[in-house]
């Protein structure tokens, strides 16, 4: 059983800066990949950014030049540094693990991300 942990969701203005953090349970983090996504009001769930075990990491275009994601497999945690956010980034932020596990994945309870005035 992997738990996520998101944390760092808020309201920011437009061209503001945050950054997500998901903190993973159980030993097995660095055989991991991990991904953000996110579900704004009314659209389906969609891929934001992955990390691979090896590092290598694939964006949305739509935040391509924004956002980084990141991890830390000491500590467990991936991390979504979002700068110049947009009101279309408005969405509820989920992190997901996915595990050699019966190829099974994990999702977090998701984190509000607000961009407004």
């Known amino acids: 059983q992997v738990q996520l942990v998101e944390s760092g969701g808020g309201l920011v203005q437009p061209g503001g800066s945050l950054r997500l953090s998901c903190a993973a349970s159980?030993?097995?983090?660095?055989?991991?990949?991990m991904g953000w996504y996110r579900q704004a009001p009314g659209k389906q769930r969609e891929l934001v950014a992955r990390i691979t075990v090896g590092g290598s990491t694939n964006y949305a275009d739509s935040v391509k030049g924004r956002f980084t994601i990141s991890r830390d497999n000491a500590k467990k945690l991936v991390y979504l540094q979002m700068n110049s956010l947009k009101p279309e980034d408005t969405a509820v932020y989920y992190c997901r693990a996915d595990t050699p596990y019966f190829d099974r994945s994990y999702w977090g309870q998701g984190t509000q991300v607000t961009v407004s005035s």
């Open positions: 159980g030993s097995g983090f660095s055989i991991y990949a």
